[in-house]
T-cell receptor, first 112, second 112 residues
Framework: DAGVTQSPTHLIKTRGQHVTLRCSPI?????VSWYQQVLGQGPQFIFQ???????GRGNFPDRFSARQFPNYSSELNVNALLLGDSALYLC???????????FGDGTRLSIL | KQEVTQIPAALSVPEGENLVLNCSFT??????LQWFRQDPGKGLTSLLL?????REQTSGRLNASLDKSSGRSTLYIAASQPGDSATYLC???????????FGSGTRLSIRP
């Protein structure tokens, strides 16, 4: 079975632009979460979606938004990019209940 | 507010040694605790998940323990190998099973 897949793997943008990152969860997983990992730190929670509804939001500005589609795939959108948005963006999916999260390989976003 | 701390930040040991990585958390009301491995530039690989009702979990040369009352977990790696070199992260869910709080990780290097 395929794991969590994210696209693109790498992305270079300039300040002020916007970006859309994509995630496909493991088949059968209905929950998708997004994390931002700055170099040298642990991942920081951004959003969680379950059954197309937002279930949790971390301490990120409104420039960050996300959505989940009927097939449970998800997009993370970031507007008005800042240099500080440069990071590895990770997507994780999980099954029902208290199940472990499975992570994709992430999208490396660089802001010039 | 849940905070997760990992000590040491970096560790270098010769091949073959047994070693212990430490993780502490401030709020003992956790659903579970999960240990991850992260290779440079890659996503997270789940190693072990300990449910709140469990004391330890084992997988091959890895053993993770959980002491909720003291807010501590350890990851024991037996007979370390160069292939174990990676960053090890511990994480606990907070306020919901899918909002995970991560430590900053321990960067482990095994010298041949």
């Amino acid at each position: 079975d395929a794991g969590v897949t994210q696209s693109p793997t790498h992305l270079i943008k300039t300040r002020g632009q916007h970006v859309t990152l994509r995630c496909s969860p493991i088949s059968g997983h209905k929950s998708v979460s997004w994390y931002q990992q700055v170099l040298g730190q642990g991942p920081q929670f951004i959003f969680q979606y379950y059954e197309k509804e937002e279930r949790g939001r971390g301490n990120f500005p409104d420039r960050f938004s996300a959505r989940q589609f009927p097939n449970y795939s998800s997009e993370l959108n970031v507007n008005a990019l800042l240099l500080g948005d440069s990071a590895l963006y990770l997507c994780a999916s999980s099954g029902e209940g208290n199940q472990p999260q499975h992570f994709g390989d992430g999208t490396r976003l660089s802001i010039l | 507010k849940q905070e997760v701390t990992q000590i040491p930040a970096a560790l270098s040991v010769p091949e073959g040694e047994n070693l212990v990585l430490n993780c502490s958390f401030t709020d003992s009301a956790i659903y579970n605790l999960q240990w991850f491995r992260q290779d440079p530039g890659k996503g997270l690989t789940s190693l072990l998940l300990i449910q709140s009702s469990q004391r330890e979990q084992t997988s091959g040369r890895l053993n993770a323990s959980l002491d909720k009352s003291s807010g501590r977990s350890t990851l024991y790696i037996a007979a370390s190998q160069p292939g174990d070199s990676a960053t090890y992260l511990c994480a606990v869910p907070y306020s919901s099973a899918s909002k995970i709080i991560f430590g900053s990780g321990t960067r482990l290097s095994i010298r041949p």
